[in-house]
């Protein structure tokens, strides 16, 4: 009994001067409702979100016992980084759009809000009916509207730009990827293997493949993706014509997702790179925006990191006629 | 007994595989694919892509594809004078929204495939092809179909 009482003294003795050392202070700055969001949805991400998304943290009492105090700060900073709330007003409507469609979109994969800290924070879990709340939400924010004058011209400019400009660009040297990837010219003479309409932010794609991916969906070789497969995912703005029909607008951008398991291992197989608009600027600061890259295709971890389901081009090969 | 042993462990590894193997499946999109049995002269999906569109009223997206006569010229022009030889093909989808990203909507299943070839006479021939499997189908209003496909301009990228 006495050995006993002696290791529980040591131990609030250690724990009593664990409180000692504790992380830096978490900066908790209120933040209002977000500007043209009703209360409800207002509501849904301050009690899911803001902790960790937004200046505003309510820490519980539970959260600044250390140890628990510095894995929730890593929480919070990390939180903050990735997406924030807190310059809701600032950005514009399709920005905003885009924010709120990936968090609804990390909801949905239940990777948001993080299952270790929804465990201990109760009220932080979304209901089936908090996630059909931003669902409509989202939707509300998206229609289809006809194009104005406006974004018909810069439709044609682009189109013009891009048809009398096409023969300066080759072999013209496009900036690499803060990751060192070179820009690859030739995409758009690649095979289709996919299209995806995404209303949420008014883009439509193409996914394009050369002809190691392609070869691999012929031979069904599509599960790990063998090294030298490469995607090319081009967006173009969605033109909103008066019959209602969408078609391609301008250029919005390129990604690559270029299968290499040796060069590119530390992260997850792929070197990935984006070029925006018509003078093909690369995407990220710096090499660190592969994080960004590999969280969102985290979900599809086990379909290689892939999103698009390919086409079956390869019955079409023994078909042609 | 080790016979009893032996089974029971190789009962554990092909459970262990086939659950290894079922995280790991490989995912092709027949529904949305041509095919063998489908009637069309050539597949179309292994052309040039050229431009897509969505008509969201039917719930549907198209893709236009060319042979390489078609895409060249595509590529330089954008009025709907096709050369001699040219091949186009406009594959029609139902759309499904993206079980995998709430916003998008990607392709279901192949409504109808139409083919414009530019003959000789450099006269347009349309075909359409619809039903599961693909069939070509009479049709006698096409005109303003043939329109409709040679006038889609390309979707040009840097």
Not at chain 1, 53 to 72: G, Y
Not at chain 1, 179 to 202: C, K, L, T, V
Not at chain 1, 266 to 272: C, D, E, M
Not at chain 2, 138 to 152: C, E, F, L, P
């Amino acid at each position: 009994m006495k050995k006993w009482s002696v290791i529980l003294v040591v131990l609030v003795t250690i724990f009593g001067i664990a409180q000692l050392i504790r992380p830096k202070e978490i900066s908790n700055r209120p933040l209002s409702d977000l500007k043209n969001v009703p209360k409800d949805v207002n509501d849904v991400l301050r009690s899911s979100c803001f902790d960790c998304h937004s200046s505003e943290t309510n820490l519980k009492w539970f959260d600044r016992i250390t140890p628990a105090n510095f894995l929730v700060n890593g929480h919070v900073l990390a939180g903050r980084k990735a997406l924030d709330f807190s310059g809701w007003d600032t950005l514009t409507t399709s920005q905003q759009n885009n924010i709120l469609s990936y968090a609804l979109n990390k909801i949905l994969e239940g990777e948001m809000p993080l299952p270790s800290y929804s465990f201990i924070h109760r009220d932080s879990k979304l209901s089936p009916k908090d996630i059909n709340l931003l669902k409509q939400f989202l939707l509300s924010r998206t229609p289809r509207k006809v194009s104005d004058t406006a974004q018909l011209q810069q439709s044609n400019i682009s189109f013009e730009q891009l048809q009398q400009n096409k023969a300066k660009h080759i072999g013209k040297q496009v900036v690499f990827a803060p990751n060192g990837i070179a820009y690859i010219s030739d995409y758009r003479n690649w095979h289709a293997i996919s299209s995806s309409d995404r209303f949420d932010n008014g883009t439509m794609r193409i996914i394009f493949a050369n002809d190691i991916a392609v070869k691999a969906i012929q031979n069904k070789q599509t599960n790990p993706w063998p090294d030298d497969a490469v995607f090319a995912k081009t967006a173009w703005k969605q033109q909103v014509n008066a019959d209602g029909s969408v078609t391609t607008g301008a250029f919005v951008q390129v990604e690559f997702m270029i299968k290499d398991s040796h060069k590119y291992a530390k992260t997850k197989g792929w070197g990935w790179a984006r070029w925006r608009g018509n003078d093909l600027q690369p995407y990220g600061k710096d090499a660190l925006f592969t994080a960004e890259c590999i969280s969102c295709h985290q979900p599809v971890e086990n379909n290689d990191f892939v999103f698009t389901q390919p086409l079956n081009l390869h019955s079409l090969i023994a078909q042609s006629k | 007994m080790k016979n009893k042993l032996f089974y029971i462990g190789l009962s554990f590894l092909i459970f262990v595989t086939s659950s290894c193997l079922s995280d790991h499946k490989i995912r092709l999109n027949d529904e949305v694919s041509v095919q063998a049995s489908d009637d069309l002269p050539e597949n179309p999906l292994l052309l040039h892509p050229i431009t897509s569109s969505i008509q969201p009223k039917d719930s549907a997206m198209s893709t236009l594809y060319a042979n390489d006569v078609a895409f060249d010229y595509a590529s330089e022009h954008s009025d709907a004078h096709y050369p001699i030889g040219s091949e186009l093909y406009e594959v029609t989808w139902k759309q499904q929204p993206d079980e995998q990203w709430f916003g998008a909507n990607i392709p279901k299943k192949i409504l109808q495939v139409e083919r414009v070839s530019i003959g000789s006479d450099n006269a347009s021939v349309y075909t359409l092809y619809s039903g599961r499997p693909l069939k070509s189908v009479n049709t006698d209003n096409h005109s303003d179909r043939i329109v409709h496909i040679v006038s889609q301009r390309m979707a040009m990228v840097p």
